[in-house]
């Protein structure tokens, strides 16, 4: 329960915090109306597991008490956290381009080349479109770089290649930043650039409009198909709000994803409830603009609809997924993707980090051939990278309950605010007490 004064944005520091530890949020009410902030998650571990670990529980209360500004260190007792903000010491490489076979390859190949160290990373595509952000350091003096000369002229190249894979019309852009004091959230930035970039612009809504009647808009939702996405945009006229509704799979990261749409877009979250049951989540905002107005026109509500699906849609990637470890070394991407390119299999998502001299990467690739990646492929794959590999059988977009929990429909346990915020509302009290039955 987090309890705290209003401002833009502090519902998506709290949720970042939360995914950033790998918590699951099954369920979350949210009221930040007027100057207060007044939210509930319901959380577990990866796994579907309560949280008991005392100090992981005490490290997460401060964690969301803590400005996120702070330049005090926190570090989490028996536990390695994965930040995703953007790490201080390292000069970041932006890069949107069109999503082709092999591309992810020549440019870690031309980082290489350039004496460029690839400290971390990670890479999504969405609709034939790609977007990514690498951390590289000076391969000799292990630093930043920071020499506008160098940078331009790795621009230069790395333009070069971008380009030739693009058709006419299409945008490619790369651009590097010298590392500052407050940088964006790493993933958040990527929704950003993918965003800049009008990914959405192709995504289409399931299922057909919602009407507004009492009942039926739950009712229809529970009629469509688990596999589409859905979203649906209202409006509240006695309170003043737009109410967009979402239906999708369920998978981590998912609230994360559509608090950052919403966000980035300029609207304030004022109510929520999200819930999910099996592998379906259901999640009702009422937002409006900064300016206090609400979606009020066909486009602007079209927009929304689109770039939440984006939002949606873009970490749902297919693939198989394969964990990579090895020993830190300069080329070692390129080397990873260039096996990879070998083998007839393209990276559609990709995660790599380094810690000491050891180098970890979750990759989600896919095979052209549909032929699928054999136990001798995997030895040779590793023997050529040097380290280990751990192959996924489940696509991360299969069902998965994530309560663990033996259920028998797989329909949400479906919400309405608009019936249970209002009426409920005054149980909050001045500690924050239950708001539910």
């Known amino acids: 329960m987090v309890d705290s004064a209003n401002k833009h944005g502090i519902l998506l520091e709290v949720v970042q915090i939360l995914t950033d530890l790998d918590l ?14 007044m939210d509930v998650f319901h959380v577990t571990d990866q796994f579907g597991n309560k949280i008991t670990d005392e100090a992981l529980i005490q490290y997460i209360q401060k964690a969301v008490c803590t400005k996120r500004n702070s330049e005090e260190e926190q570090v989490c007792p028996g536990r390695e956290v994965r930040p995703r903000h953007v790490v201080m010491e390292h000069t970041a490489l932006e890069m949107t381009m069109t999503d082709q076979p092999g591309l992810l390859s020549e440019v870690s190949a031309v980082l290489a080349e ?26 000799e003096m292990g630093r930043p770089i920071t020499d506008q000369k160098r940078l331009s002229h790795i621009q230069e190249q790395l333009q070069s290649v971008v380009e030739a894979h693009h058709k006419n019309g299409e945008k490619q852009t790369v651009r590097w930043t010298i590392p500052a004091a407050t940088q964006t959230h790493t993933e958040r930035r990527l929704h950003q650039l993918m965003l800049a970039d009008e990914d959405y612009t192709t995504c289409c809504n399931c299922g057909g409009s919602v009407c507004d009647g009492k009942g039926m808009k739950y009712e229809r939702l529970r009629e469509m198909s688990c596999e589409c996405n859905h979203v649906s945009i209202d409006t509240c006229k006695e309170k003043g709000y737009s109410v967009v509704n979402i239906r999708c799979r369920d998978r981590p990261k998912l609230l994360f994803d559509t608090v950052c749409a919403l966000t980035d877009m300029q609207y304030m979250v004022f109510h929520a409830a999200i819930s999910s049951n099996s592998s379906i989540a259901v999640q009702e905002y009422y937002v409006r603009r900064k300016d206090g107005c609400t979606l009020n026109t066909e486009k ?11 939002a949606v849609e873009r970490r749902g990637t297919q693939g198989l997924k394969l964990d990579i470890t090895a020993k830190d070394r300069t080329g070692l991407l390129s080397d990873v993707t260039r096996v990879f390119r070998e083998n007839g299999l393209s990276v559609t998502r990709a995660e790599i980090g380094t810690r000491g001299e050891k180098a970890t990467g979750t990759f989600y690739v896919t095979d052209a051939s549909g032929l699928k990646i054999s136990k001798e492929m995997v ?13 996924h059988d489940k696509s991360p977009n299969k069902n998965r309950n994530y309560n663990n929990t033996n259920v028998k ?12 915020l209002w009426s409920r509302l005054e149980r909050i009290s001045g500690n924050f007490g239950p708001i539910w039955s």
């Open 24 to 37: 699951y949020i099954s369920k979350s009410y949210i009221c930040s109306d007027g100057g207060w902030f």
């Open 300 to 310: 602007e509500r079209r927009k929304v609809s689109q770039c939440l699906i984006a």
């Open 409 to 420: 429909d797989d329909k949400p346990s479906l919400l309405s605010l608009g019936s249970f």
């Open 379 to 391: 030895e040779a794959m590793e023997k050529e990278i040097g380290g280990t590999i751990v192959l």
């Open 114 to 139: 350039l004496g460029c160290h690839v400290s971390a990373g990670v890479a999504w595509t969405h609709k034939h479109r790609g977007a990514c952000i690498i951390y590289v350091d000076d391969q």
